[in-house]
């Protein structure tokens, strides 16, 4: 007579748990010529903002000299910061995102 199959079952100790990912800010570089209202359609259309919250990340960053925009984990961070800095890129442009890691 045969045993019946055993099941694999990992004890809890040691249960897969995947980490935390790092986050990253995306932030929006102030420059003295890209239209204001260019940056905002831009934040509008790439980060999903309102107009009242595009306006005033775009003041912010026109202030200050910078502005976080959002945070993301590395993937999304990237592609925002670069999908941005393209549209100005395509209307001539200087318009910058950069990303940088969270502490
Ligand atoms: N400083 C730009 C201007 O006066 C506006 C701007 C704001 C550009 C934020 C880039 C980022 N036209």
């Known amino acids: ?44 259309g790439v980060f999903r903002m309102t107009e009242a919250e595009a306006l005033g990340v775009m003041l912010t960053a026109h202030r200050r000299g910078a502005c976080v925009v959002a945070v993301f984990t590395r993937e999304v961070a990237d592609l925002k910061a670069r999908q941005g800095t393209e549209a100005g890129q395509r209307k001539g442009y200087p318009l910058a995102f950069t990303t940088e890691r969270e502490d």
């Not at 990992?10 to 940056?39: C, G, M, Q, S």
Request: no cysteine; aromatic share 6%; net charge negative.
């Open 1 to 44: 007579t045969t045993a019946p199959p055993k099941v694999q079952t990992p004890a809890p100790e040691v249960e897969a748990r995947p980490e935390r990912p790092h986050l990253y800010k995306v932030i929006l570089l102030n420059d003295d010529y890209t239209p204001r209202e260019f940056v905002v359609s831009v934040l509008m």
